[in-house]
């Protein structure tokens, strides 16, 4: 566990690295098959596998998925921590100490409260939220990577400066590397970018809207996508089952990956190679 949690801090030393969001095991080890050097979950995949919406699993069910993806494949997982699953630093500091027990070699913990009044923690108690996550980790001995994400853009608040002085402050505070989902223009990347370094930034993408080349431009050191993935894969899904359902027809079947080409991938052993 510690050898990858050093392999994964030095992919981010230098360039730009896509770390794709598997939601269960058949899906981490084909995109380790595929030669991805990292994998990061994701909350709404992994909660849309169980019949859950985002944001609406346990404590236990996410360090479960967190055991179980560490387990089956031979690469570096960051786990989406969501916000740690507490309110209180002390509390998320508690969790987070059980978090890098899992096997995982990166968490991230965010600033979102799930209250659409207020949804982001106050300035003070989101840092010293990520205070606790940092010295948890480092009590663990585990070297766990430590991402620092403020939700302003993805949560009604698309506050840039705003974003900043949080992303500023948590890695001031310890965050290993910084992250604000639903940022998309190159200006608001490459302010953010330079705002933090020389720590990394880990980039969102859920479509077709920049290129690993550009990102890497722009300085961007890591790009996730999150559950775009998992929608990609529920989309295909629901467009068969629609057409079976509404019309007695069967012609999106024929579109998904063939039975060779899955049973290809698995055969090849119990862990993906």
């Known amino acids: 566990m510690i050898e990858l949690a050093r392999t994964f801090r030095e ?9 794709p969001n598997p939601w269960d095991v058949g899906s981490a080890r084909l995109l380790e098959q595929l030669g991805f050097p990292a994998l990061a979950t994701t909350s709404s995949g992994f909660a849309w596998s169980i019949g859950r919406a985002d944001n609406h699993v346990t404590l236990a069910a996410a360090l479960s998925h967190f055991r179980v993806l560490s387990s089956e494949v031979n ?35 965010e600033d979102s409260t799930g209250d659409p009044k207020n949804p982001l923690y106050e300035f003070e108690l989101a840092v010293e939220r990520v205070k606790a996550a940092r010295q948890a980790l480092d009590r663990s001995g585990t070297g766990v990577m430590l991402t620092g994400r403020s939700e302003g853009f993805i949560v009604g608040q698309p506050d840039l400066f705003e974003t900043v002085r949080r992303l500023v402050a948590y890695a001031e505070a ?16 490459s302010t953010i970018v330079r705002a933090v370094l020389p720590k990394p930034v880990n980039l969102l993408v859920g479509g077709p809207s920049i290129t690993v080349e550009q990102a890497r431009d722009l300085g961007v050191r890591r790009i996730s996508v999150g559950g775009a993935l998992a929608r990609a894969a529920w989309g295909g899904f629901l467009k068969a089952a629609r057409e079976i359902a509404t019309q007695g027809t069967f012609e999106e079947l024929g579109r998904g990956a063939t039975w060779d080409e899955l049973e290809g991938a698995f055969k090849s052993g119990d862990r993906a190679i």
């Open 11 to 19: 992919l981010h030393r230098a360039g730009c690295f896509v770390i």
């Open 75 to 109: 690469i570096p997982i960051n786990g989406d921590f969501e916000g740690g699953f507490a309110v209180a630093p002390e509390d998320v500091a508690e969790n987070v100490h059980d978090a890098a027990t899992t096997g995982v070699a990166g968490l991230s913990i």
């Open 174 to 189: 310890g965050a290993d590397c910084l992250y604000a989902p639903g940022i998309r223009t190159p200006e608001q990347i």
